[in-house]
């Protein structure tokens, strides 16, 4: 059950929401798509299957996560945000930037998911630093996600999506070192760490739209 920290606070509160371990990787999960339980627990390493119905229970009861009618063949139930936990989504962007500053590569146990991927993506978005819509299919390692990108919006979605994606991206972590502005473009094609189909060019303007920069901590840890 969620700890109850007794102050009339509202961090506090959002504490004793989110702050048991699984909740916000939960909440993020949900914030890119509504998912079925074994799509969450699969899309979420490590995670006991007591814990993950225990965290949903709580996030339920908080008001963030409700339980819908999964209208695909075979029906079934889906775990999705309310517009309680909807209002989340800018918080949690806030957050993936704040961490991804000091992220300069994964560790040897750290796995990148289709809805981390797609999360990151949301959340690196600079606004206004294209000037037309484009999307994107990113593949990082075992990770697949999409996104749409316009001068003032970002859409983001798990795995292929139905329409065909301006650029297609295939990289394994050193995307992040691209997002980071620490390897170029150029260098990132020219070295064979990223490999695409489709434009350079559009190549560019996908480094431009998608960026977080690294801590100087983090950047000392590369040197």
């Known amino acids: 059950m969620a700890k109850d920290y007794g102050q009339f606070c509202g961090l506090a509160k959002a504490s004793s929401v989110l702050g048991e371990r699984w909740s916000l990787l939960i909440a993020r999960d949900l914030s890119v798509a509504p998912r079925r339980f074994k799509d969450l627990h699969e899309g979420l390493p490590g995670v006991p299957t007591s814990v993950l119905t225990a965290r949903l229970?709580?996030?339920?009861?908080?008001?963030?996560?409700?339980?819908?009618?999964?209208?695909?063949?075979?029906?079934?139930?889906?775990?999705?945000?309310?517009?309680?936990?909807?209002?989340?989504?800018?918080?949690?962007?806030?957050?993936?930037?704040?961490g991804a500053g000091a992220m300069a590569a994964p560790g040897p146990q750290d796995v990148i998911t289709d809805a981390s991927l797609a999360a990151a993506l949301r959340a690196s978005y600079q606004p206004r630093a294209t000037c037309t819509t484009t999307s994107y299919l990113i593949h990082t390692g075992a990770a697949t996600a999409w996104a749409e990108a316009t001068p003032t919006a970002i859409t983001v979605g798990l795995g292929v999506p139905d329409l065909l994606a301006d650029l297609t991206i295939h990289s394994?972590?050193?995307?992040?070192?691209?997002?980071?502005?620490?390897?170029?473009?150029a260098a990132a094609l020219s070295s064979g760490a990223v490999r695409i189909e489709g434009s350079s060019d559009v190549f560019e303007r996908f480094v431009r739209t998608f960026h977080v920069p690294l801590t100087e901590a983090a950047m000392e840890v590369t040197r």
């Open 57 to 98: 229970r709580d996030l339920q009861v908080a008001g963030v996560v409700t339980r819908v009618a999964d209208e695909r063949p075979g029906g079934g139930v889906l775990y999705a945000l309310t517009p309680h936990g909807r209002a989340l989504e800018t918080i949690l962007d806030a957050l993936g930037r704040w």
């Open 172 to 185: 394994g972590p050193e995307l992040r070192a691209v997002l980071a502005g620490d390897l170029s473009p």
